[in-house]
């Protein structure tokens, strides 16, 4: 089993700065991607940001410039560096991760999620 976990969620201004992280544990042989979705209230969950093992990316076109997705490999963790936050990035941000497992199995992961709230 492989879990994931996320932080750095909360409050922040309009023009505000949060840093989200997720560390992956349990049996994982090898990681070929991770990255954030987000889900607003009324919306169908969408890609923010996308790191693949050999460090390419894809953010998307609303956050480009705004958010950058970065990782540490050997501590299994990705992170997104989001800045000049505005009320329509408020979301559920999600984890997830495409994994092979010690069982030499591909699977896809999501965490629980993370509130991001940009209001004054």
């Known amino acids: 089993q492989v879990q994931l976990v996320e932080s750095g969620g909360g409050l922040v201004q309009p023009g505000g700065s949060l840093r989200l992280s997720c560390v992956a544990s349990?049996?994982?042989?090898?990681?070929?991607?991770m990255g954030w979705h987000r889900q607003a209230p009324g919306k169908e969950r969408e890609l923010v940001a996308n790191?693949?093992?050999?460090?390419?990316?894809i953010h998307a076109d609303s956050v480009k410039g705004r958010f950058t997705i970065s990782r540490d490999t050997a501590k299994n963790t990705v992170y997104l560096q989001m800045n000049s936050l505005q009320p329509e990035d408020t979301a559920v941000y999600y984890c997830?991760?495409?994994?092979?497992?010690?069982?030499?199995?591909?699977?896809?992961?999501w965490g629980l999620g993370t509130q991001v709230t940009v209001s004054s």
């Open positions: 997830n991760a495409d994994v092979l497992t010690i069982r030499f199995v591909r699977e896809h992961y």
């Open positions: 349990g049996s994982i042989f090898d990681i070929y991607s």
């Open positions: 790191m693949l093992k050999g460090g390419s990316t």
